[in-house]
């Protein structure tokens, strides 16, 4: 069930390649990898680390896999999402694949590289697939099936010594369905409101977690589809009027692009709804208006739109920007990748 690499300093790979559908375990072992590189040396990560995605050149990420490190032991390059496993890719992820191929024939020692992709056609007859699983570490990050994320909703607790029963779990996966952010977040916030008892009620659950109506999401990613920036940023207000705080709205937005970029990357490799609900394992409506939503963006679309998201992530969780101003400003930077 667990997707979670084990990485140590010692033992850190030159190459790791996270695919599949699933961004919560890419995106964990990613940050731990980061964790282990600059463990020692904090200060110098800005200078020794690439996070490459969908606006790339070839020739920007091969100088990159080249660079040496700058006071530091490791260099730490990160390519994210830029189609190099796409079943119809462009010229430019074709010049790609071919410069990481050559580069993966001689790599740089001093150099851990990171492709991760949601998008991969046929990944396992991919020579980068097959360079990287003999050499290095290639993880299929896909979604966990529906029992493995009542398993996986228990560990949480168990980690900290807290039992938990079916029917807290039932609550927390009838209101966030499979999204494993959004199931982390709010357990994270049941494990710090009850503090040292060792059991959950379902009052504690009532106390800290706000699940946002989904109706309200699906009409806040309409609008900003449909660059209607004046009414996303009106339903942006009623929900924080309505007592969703604008950290879990950001957090909402956030899992919902991914889920429309989940679906709308099956749809693209021939899944039809019912496998992409035995895959999902979403409510009929919830995935229903999810396809009609993703079927309104193109892949590049969306991944440039988590792009902005993350951009903005920091600066709206330290409190560099006000909430929901940092808010607005996200969502009238999305209109212009419309």
Request: aromatic share 8%; glycine share 4%.
């Amino acid at each position: 069930m667990d997707k979670e690499i084990k990485v140590k300093k010692s033992n850190l790979s030159n190459l790791y390649l996270f695919y599949g559908e699933e961004r919560y375990w890419t995106e964990k072992n990613i940050k731990k990898i980061h964790k282990a590189v600059f463990a020692d040396n904090d200060e110098m990560k800005e200078y020794n680390y690439d996070l490459i995605g969908a606006d790339f050149t070839p020739m920007k990420v091969l100088e990159a896999l080249q660079g040496l490190p700058f006071m530091s032991e490791k260099r730490l390059v990160v390519l994210n999402n830029t189609g190099v496993f796409k079943k119809t890719p462009t010229k430019k992820e074709k010049e790609l694949s071919d410069v990481i191929i050559n580069y993966l024939e001689n790599p740089n020692p001093q150099t851990i590289f990171i492709i991760a992709e949601v998008d991969c056609h046929n990944i396992r007859s991919n020579k980068i697939f097959k360079m990287i699983d003999k050499e290095g570490v290639a993880l299929q990050c896909s979604s966990l099936k529906p029992y493995e994320v009542r398993s996986w909703i228990e560990k949480q607790f168990q980690n900290h010594h807290i039992k938990v029963t079916g029917g807290i779990i039932d609550t927390l996966v009838n209101n966030l369905n499979n999204d494993l952010y959004a199931l982390e977040n709010e357990i994270k916030k049941i494990i710090s409101y009850i503090g040292d008892k060792d059991n959950v009620t379902i009052n504690d659950v009532n106390a800290v977690c706000t699940f946002v109506n989904t109706d309200n999401i699906f009409g806040l990613i309409d609008n900003i589809a449909n660059g209607k920036t004046d009414e996303a940023i009106k339903t942006l207000h009623t929900m924080n009027q309505n007592g969703s705080h604008y950290l879990l709205i950001y957090s909402m937005i956030v899992n919902h692009f991914r889920l429309l970029t989940k679906v709308l990357d099956l749809l693209e490799r021939g899944y039809t709804s019912k496998n992409i609900n035995s895959k999902l394992k979403l409510h009929p409506y919830r995935l229903e208006k999810a396809i009609k939503q993703a079927s309104r963006f193109t892949l590049k679309k969306l991944l440039k739109k988590l792009e902005i998201l993350a951009r903005y992530e920091g600066k709206i969780k330290q409190g560099k920007l006000e909430g929901i101003k940092g808010l607005e400003m996200v969502i009238v930077e999305m209109k212009e990748t419309n």
